[in-house]
């Protein structure tokens, strides 16, 4: 059966306090695998102060008996183009957060740090060149990655046709295009952006994608209606998730083991309304979390 473990998206300024967040994940969640997002530390932030706070967070996350799998770009920095950007100025800038990122990761503790890589602008005209130069810097970012100690970078398909990879296809051959990298490329595979209707039809489901193999290495889990990047919670919050929510988890741990990923992490990625109130949220990740841990592995 897959770990279950979930993001700490939840937590963002509501409770980024990592002894906090930690001693509600695993007191309260009986989780004890996390994956950290960068709305929690931005690596932009003074390196003391961030190294300072990633060292908390180390210490917060082993005094709980949480492993943190990976850390992740998160909302804020996924606004903007980064890798992907229309100016060179603004490509070098988003190449030297990644490796600041990846520093921060490195003092985390973690092995695997990634997110989706950027977006050109609707006006690009010279996309396979943006697609080449991609190429150059994510190798560079891995040989980076390497010296940090790292031992994976993930990458997130986008169902955005101006973001790498928007397919399938485009998963396939960005893979290959990256064999021999000094540390290898996963995909993080986030079950809203594959049944993604409006892109990719009605029919849309995860077992194409499920084909890519042993080059996922993790799987962002969230409820959906197939018409929005939803990011719903399997529980109460909000009422469509309920009424119009297509991901059963019973088929998803099905498709997985089918496809030889039964092993494969599995991460709950749920995102709320900063004005929803406090108790409300917590009920919910409360409530969405228990709905699951009886078909994912809980190591207690």
Known sequence: MNPLGINLSFAVKRWPEPEVWAKRVRKELGLNLVQFTFDLIDPW?????????????????EAQGITIHSAFVGLAHYTYNQLLHPKGEGRAAAKEWYKRAIDLAAELGVKAVGGPVGGMSVREK??????????????ELAVYAKGRGLETLLIEPTPLRREVPWTVEAARKLAQDLTGSAVPFRYCLDIGHALYQPLYGSGASLEPWLKLGDRIGVLHLQQTDGQSDSHWNFAGYPELARTKGIVDPARVVQDLQQAGLGNMPVILEVFYPFELTDEAVW????????????RFVLDD
Not at 126 to 139: F, V
Not at 286 to 294: I, M
């Open 126 to 139: 010279h996309r396979e060149a943006r697609y080449q130069e991609l190429l150059d810097t994510l190798n």
């Open 45 to 61: 932030w003074p390196e003391k102060l961030a190294f300072s706070l990633a060292h908390r967070v180390r210490r917060a996350a």
């Open 283 to 294: 009920s919910d990740v409360k409530s969405g979390v228990a709905n699951l841990k009886h």
